[in-house]
Antibody, heavy 116, light 110 residues
Framework: EVQLVESGGGLVKPGESLRLSCAASGFTFSTYAMNWVRQAPGKGLEWVSSISSSSSNIYYADSVRGRFTISRDNAKNSLYLQMNTLRADDTAMYYC?????????WGQGTMVTVSS | QTVVTQEPSFSVSPGGTVTLTCGLSSGSVSTNYYPSWYQQTPGQAPRTLIYTTNTRSSGVPDRFSGSILGNKAALTITGAQADDESDYYCVLYIGSGIWVFGGGTKLTVL
């Protein structure tokens, strides 16, 4: 069964950091691009970042560029999102999503709350 | 700033047909934007319905179909059922590795 399981969310204060992880199983992780997509409470979906299968191409939304870093470890079938200098408007459910042009598979998400 | 537009809300009768659209604030949507559609019910993660314009994701009933209608991407639900009542989101690839989601359509079946 194809599965994505996010972890690492939690409550942090503004300016602090957090690292999210996404464990993939049931497919050949190293052959798929991966994405992070977030959803603020009661709001719509927002694409955050993408990374190609070999990590050679990385992209960010303007809202997170310079603060967030996406990475992956194909040997561990894992995707990561390092989030620095967090702000209140980063509060959201963060979803790991397999390559959207090849039928995106979504994880269940991990919640990040930024509040003092 | 590219804005992807969707109807904020839509209503359909059980058994009816509804077409939701996904447009651009400036310009026309084509297959080059690789439009995808997602369904989300409250408290759940989104589920992929359609990707690359008209490819149905595994397990999605064939009453869901995707297309380009005029200058927009479209999701058509034929024979709407009560459990189709959900939020529907589209996403477009606008180039340079960037994806943009629409604001979502809240579909009511009544």
């Amino acid at each position: 069964e194809v599965q994505l399981v996010e972890s690492g969310g939690g409550l942090v204060k503004p300016g602090e950091s957090l690292r999210l992880s996404c464990a993939a199983s049931g497919f050949t992780f190293s052959t798929y691009a991966m994405n992070w997509v977030r959803q603020a409470p009661g709001k719509g979906l927002e694409w955050v970042s993408s990374i190609s299968s070999s990590s050679s191409n990385i992209y960010y939304a303007d809202s997170v560029r310079g603060r967030f870093t996406i990475s992956r470890d194909n040997a561990k079938n894992s995707l990561y999102l390092q989030m620095n200098t967090l702000r209140a408007d980063d509060t959201a459910m963060y979803y790991c999503v397999r390559e959207m042009v090849r039928g995106g598979i979504w994880g269940q998400g991990t919640m990040v709350t930024v509040s003092s | 700033q590219t804005v992807v537009t969707q109807e904020p809300s839509f209503s359909v009768s059980p058994g009816g047909t509804v077409t939701l659209t996904c447009g651009l604030s400036s310009g026309s949507v084509s297959t080059n934007y690789y439009p995808s559609w997602y369904q989300q019910t409250p408290g759940q993660a989104p589920r992929t319905l359609i990707y690359t314009t008209n490819t149905r994701s595994s397990g999605v009933p064939d009453r869901f179909s995707g297309s380009i209608l005029g200058n927009k991407a479209a999701l058509t639900i034929t024979g709407a059922q009560a459990d189709d009542e959900s939020d529907y989101y589209c996403v477009l690839y606008i180039g340079s590795g960037i994806w943009v989601f629409g604001g979502g359509t809240k579909l009511t079946v009544l």
